[in-house]
């Protein structure tokens, strides 16, 4: 079972991505999943997170306002809308598969992850 980053690249500071990760199976349409990030020489951290059927969602506190996370059960995918983009959202975004149906912002908690696609902001 794969999943499947995509959408990264070098964007202006203000300009928007979208991310998309896609699984390979619908294995995961029952499961939390989410997106984190890795900068260099910074720990991962939880961007985003969103339940099995899309009714909770949640944010880190940088992103609220700017990103949003969605999902299409019917096509496997998990996508991230990246607004307003900064250069301190630059990192590698990865999304991961929950063992839980519900929300979770731990690492611990997420089980597969796929192998992530480069945002680069530049100012």
């Known amino acids: 079972v794969q999943l499947q980053a995509s959408g990264g690249g070098l964007v202006q500071a203000g300009g928007s991505l979208r991310l998309s990760c896609a699984a390979s199976?619908?294995?995961?349409?029952?499961?939390?999943m989410a997106w984190f990030r890795q900068a260099p020489g910074k720990e991962r951290e939880f961007v985003a997170g969103?339940?099995?059927?899309?009714?909770?969602?949640s944010y880190t506190d940088s992103a609220k306002g700017r990103f949003t996370i969605s999902r299409d059960r019917s096509k496997n995918t998990v996508y991230l809308q990246m607004n307003s983009l900064k250069p301190e959202d630059t990192a590698v975004y990865s999304c991961?598969?929950?063992?839980?149906?519900?929300?979770?912002?731990?690492?611990?908690?997420?089980?597969?992850w796929g192998q992530g696609t480069q945002v680069t902001v530049s100012s």
């Open positions: 991961a598969a929950s063992i839980y149906a519900s929300v979770t912002t731990s690492s611990t908690y997420y089980r597969y």
């Open positions: 199976t619908r294995r995961f349409s029952n499961n939390g």
């Open positions: 969103i339940s099995w059927n899309g009714d909770n969602t």
